[in-house]
Structure formats: C-alpha cells, structure tokens
C-alpha cells in the first residue's frame, strides 16, 4: 500500500511539474535561407520541450512571402537561387506536420496573392480564409506569438 501511494505521489508531482508551451509561429518572411533556418529551428525547439519532459502546442500560420513552401511545385514562384532552401524548409515541413502536436495553416488570402491554386497545396495543411484571424485566436487561448519576419 505504501508503494501504491508513493507512486502516486511521484506521479502526481511530475504531472504538476510538467509544462505545457503554447506557441503560433506567425512566418511571412521572403527570406528563403531564413524560413529553411526557422522551419528547423522550430522542429529543434520542440525537441528540446520535450526532452526537459514538458510538452508543447504549436500552429505554424503562413503567410506572405512565406506561402510558397506549401505549394507541391514551388520552382515556378522562387527564384532559381532560392529552390534549394524552399525544398530543405518544405522537407522540415514535412516533418513537422508528422508530430501529433502540430497545425499547420497557410493563408488563402496570400495563396491567391502568390498564384497558388489550392488544389496546389500539401495535403498537410489547412487553408485558413486570414490568417490574422487565426493568429489572434490562438493568442486569446494564450498561445505566445513567435514573428518570423
């Protein structure tokens, strides 16, 4: 009986110590080496939550200059010099719409601004009509907001 109420408690202290980050990524960046850099650097630091034995949330919202990556063929829209890191960022992507505690949206509004046809984008990633609107969503749940500009 001892045991049994011991492991309760050590259980009942982990999950009380145990924290949960909320976070929407707001991407709009044009930058391509600098969206490859950022796709990573998010897939990284969920990592790092979770080996600290906390857990995370994330929306990655797309817009702007950022909206390219989500189209199945991209090369028509960058420039030549920019292919490579809109496939390495599209890869990471990839890879982060894998993880259970991810969202992925991409913004109509920009879509339509960069001549991407719907039926264009990943089958990952949900079509939002603003994403502004999402973005103040998620922050009045209490999701931190992360710029990459």
Known sequence: MI???LLFNL??????????YK?????S?????YIKSRMWLVGKTMD???????TSQ????????????VSKSYD????????QNIKQA????????????VKIIVCAMSLNSNAIEKKEVLPFIQIVKNSFIDTIYYQNLGYALMTFK
Do not use: F, T
């Open 3 to 5: 045991k049994l109420i």
């Open 11 to 20: 259980l009942a202290m982990s999950i009380l110590h145990s924290k949960e």
């Open 23 to 27: 976070v929407v990524y707001d991407c």
């Open 29 to 33: 960046s044009s930058d391509a080496q």
């Open 48 to 54: 790092m939550i979770k080996e600290q034995g906390d």
């Open 58 to 69: 994330v929306v990655l919202a797309l817009h702007g200059g950022c909206v390219p990556m």
């Open 76 to 83: 028509w829209i960058v420039a030549d010099e920019d292919v």
């Open 90 to 101: 599209q890869d990471y992507l990839k890879s982060l719409s894998k993880r259970k505690n």
